[in-house]
């Protein structure tokens, strides 16, 4: 009888632990296999299971290819995401770091020479979408216009300049000079490829837990889109946080 009352046992357990392994929440079955949890950004993620997750995959990569808000909807679930602008981060001293972006067909290839400060245009110069007179023209900015070098090709040298806050292509270095008082900075930071971004804001309903954050993915090497991570904070900041 007593050994009867421990198989009995032994099978209850054993069924209950079947139970629980059936529930496919992201935390354990998404996150084990390498697969991106497009939630990642809330705190609701880990209650998202996976048969939603999917949903929300579908969802997210479809809004962050065409640019336009979807909705999805799961058995347990439901959101939307919103695709704002684009963005490229690996081009700051903190790689995860992003610039705002005014297009998304800028070739971003090349690998670059980073943090080369300031400079000014000294005539009008066309702003293009590649490094080379072969690559269309994005815009025209005015002669005495200052901007950011956020990258240099080491072979050509064209600049990859942001105005105004904005990474907009490449002009020749031909077109440009430092910006006054900054001649004697360092110039010339480590070589990096940038990584397009496009930013988005996302919403989620499990039950009655709701949760909306921004947030930005990134497209890796071979096309697939992952959650960019935050920049981390500077250092005066991080004291701030510490004390």
Not at 171 to 188: D, H
Not at 224 to 241: G, I, N, V
Request: one cysteine or more.
């Amino acid at each position: 009888m007593a050994g009867a009352i421990r198989l009995t046992i032994l099978a209850l357990g054993a069924a209950a632990l079947s139970a629980c392994a059936s529930l496919p929440f992201v935390g354990d079955e998404f996150q084990s296999s390498g697969a991106e949890n497009f939630a990642g950004g809330s705190q609701l993620a880990v209650l998202l299971a996976a048969d939603d997750a999917r949903a929300l995959d579908a969802a997210f990569v479809d809004a962050m290819d065409t640019g336009v808000a979807k909705s999805w909807r799961g058995r347990r679930a439901a959101g939307a995401v919103t695709p704002t602008g684009w963005s490229i981060s690996n081009l700051r001293p903190d790689p995860d770091a992003r610039v705002p972006a005014s297009r998304n067909n800028i070739d971003l290839a090349p690998v670059l020479e980073t943090e080369l400060g300031l400079y000014v245009l000294t005539r009008n110069a066309n702003v293009r979408l590649g490094p080379g007179v072969s690559h269309g023209v994005a815009e025209t900015l005015p002669s005495g216009a200052g901007v950011d070098i956020v990258g240099r090709t080491v072979r050509d040298k064209w600049m990859l300049i942001a105005h105004e806050g904005v990474v907009r292509g490449y002009v020749s270095e031909t077109l440009m000079i430092k910006a006054p008082g900054t001649e004697l900075e360092l110039a010339g930071g480590p070589r990096r490829r940038g990584a397009l971004c496009r930013e988005f804001v996302q919403r989620l309903t499990i039950g009655a837990e709701r949760d909306q954050w921004r947030g930005a993915a990134c497209k890796g090497e071979n096309g697939e889109w992952r959650l960019a991570r935050e920049p981390k904070p500077a250092a005066d900041e991080r004291a701030l946080l510490l004390d």
